[in-house]
């Protein structure tokens, strides 16, 4: 079982997920000589699971992706221009880094908070001569609703 946040919850198990799932059966049945009969993912927030039944054709297809993936990495690997720098906040972890001591000299990007303020609201749409009588900013003057 795989715990996920819940950020990419919906209606259907997006097709990564779907990949990480089959990549974990293959590898456990590697690990521990016999197929499990399922996997899932757990959205913790809505404490909702996705299951996928597995089978030799989920195993199979677990194969062919890791292998298609190393194939393709190999291939990479002999043409060293192929490779682009990927400048991002992991760089200061990556080993390729050179502040670990590797030769990529990626510029890390300067962390950002992802929420912004907001700008403080003026109400420009709210004639003038109302501003006077309306205390906009109180709460106090809406109902209660229960
Ligand atoms: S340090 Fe270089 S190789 Fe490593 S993740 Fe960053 S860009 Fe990629």
Known sequence: MDYKTSKRYGPYLPEEYYRQLIIYAFLYT????EMPKFVGVNYLRFDDT???KVGQSELDEARDLIKMVHDCIKEREEYEDRYEQKPQNLCKWCSFHKSQGGPCDAVIPKWEPTFKKRKKENYSDIDSSLKKD???ESQS??????
Do not use: A, N, T
């Open 134 to 136: 309306l205390d906009v």
């Open 50 to 52: 996705f299951f996928v």
């Open 30 to 33: 590697l690990e521990m000589g």
């Open 141 to 146: 003057q809406f109902p209660d609703f229960d």
